[in-house]
């Protein structure tokens, strides 16, 4: 440890205080006994479609296209799941499935 | 049955996929900060307070840079502003919540929000409890998970790499989910592009607040073909 408990005491109790914040944001915002803007309410339906989107970009963000293996384990793994998932309509065997495989590959054939 | 058991047992298949990709993504959350002296009773805190896990990878380097707090306020805005987004899709689910209503927000995960846009309670389910289920499983075994890891510590000897793929694969299948589900897929495809383009623009670091605004741009701009095809 590098700092002492209660510096770390202090930084963990403000990262959980502004992340409570952005949570919160919107409800402050656009409380319940007022009506929601009819504009928010519709980036409020449609927004939980373009998030879904954005997380899959998220968490694919660290791929390198440019050096070994070329984003190969990803797009395969990602294929894989789109396939199961279309095949089966499995949720676990599609994550399960396209996990194992992603392993496989980064700890036995791309290393 | 009481109506909070019913609820619970139809909560708990949804949540699955949640309890592997937590329980690994805990472990290896406590694994680290284990590592750097905090043994598991911090991880704990940390899961329970904070419940973000990009957010709290980030935190450990927060801990071990020395004692900064506007650092610290603006990394967190930086790398939890995205959850600015979740709460404007989930004002009206979560209307009518009462008591449970900032338990909700407060843990209103990436996992969790994706889970809540999907899954619909069976028939005769109370849908609030339902969701505060989904809600309250996903960060046990976040929790579960992070101290497990700190308790492993050094201690683990399989070899995870890799396993945090387990994520990606949850959100494209939720993509999937979706995409059947919707009549229009423009907000999709918007979703997607857009922040794959900011991705390529601005990097892995800054990516995510270009394509925020990038998206309600686009989605502003071009309401009237968004909003097509909903109506029948």
């Known amino acids: ?111 | 049955m009481s109506e909070k058991k019913k609820a619970l047992k139809a909560a708990f298949p949804h949540t699955i996929p949640v309890l592997t990709g937590y329980l690994f993504i805990g472990i290896a959350f406590g694994v680290l900060l284990q590592d750097k002296g905090y043994h598991f009773g911090w991880a704990i805190l940390m899961s329970a307070c904070i419940f973000a896990g990009s957010m709290q990878f980030v935190a450990i380097s927060l801990l071990t840079g020395g004692f900064n707090l506007l650092n610290t306020v603006v990394m967190t805005l930086m790398v939890n502003a995205r959850h600015i987004f979740y709460g404007l899709a989930m004002l009206d689910k979560f209307k009518g919540m009462g008591k449970k209503k900032p338990y909700m927000i407060f843990s209103l995960s990436d996992e969790t929000f994706s889970l809540l846009c999907s899954a619909k309670p069976p028939e005769g389910v109370h849908e609030k409890w339902f969701q505060f289920f989904i809600a309250l499983l996903d960060q046990l075994y976040w929790i579960a998970g992070s101290a497990l890891g700190g308790l492993l510590g050094a201690a683990m000897h399989f070899n995870t790499k890799g396993i945090d793929f387990v994520m990606t694969a949850l959100f494209v299948v939720i993509f999937l989910d979706q995409w059947k589900a919707a009549d229009n897929h423009l907000p999709a495809l918007v979703g997607f592009f857009g922040s794959a383009l900011c991705l390529l623009l601005f990097g892995p670091q800054n990516f995510i607040i270009p394509s925020m605004i990038l998206i309600v741009l686009i989605l502003t701009v071009f309401r009237r073909p968004m909003e097509k095809e909903e109506r029948p």
């Open chain 1, 1 to 111: 440890m590098t700092l002492t408990a209660s510096e770390s005491m202090i930084i963990i109790l403000t990262i959980a205080a502004v992340t409570f914040l952005t949570r919160a944001l919107p409800f402050l915002l656009f409380p319940d006994h007022r009506e929601t803007p009819k504009y928010i309410a519709y980036l409020g339906k449609v927004l939980p479609y373009a998030i879904i989107g954005m997380l899959v970009v998220y968490c694919l963000k660290e791929t390198t296209l440019t050096v070994m293996p070329f984003g190969i384990p990803e797009l395969i793994a990602v294929t894989a799941v789109v396939l199961l998932h279309t095949w089966k309509h499995n949720t676990l065997l599609s994550i399960a499935g396209g996990t194992l495989l992603y392993m496989l590959m980064v700890q036995f054939v791309f290393v």
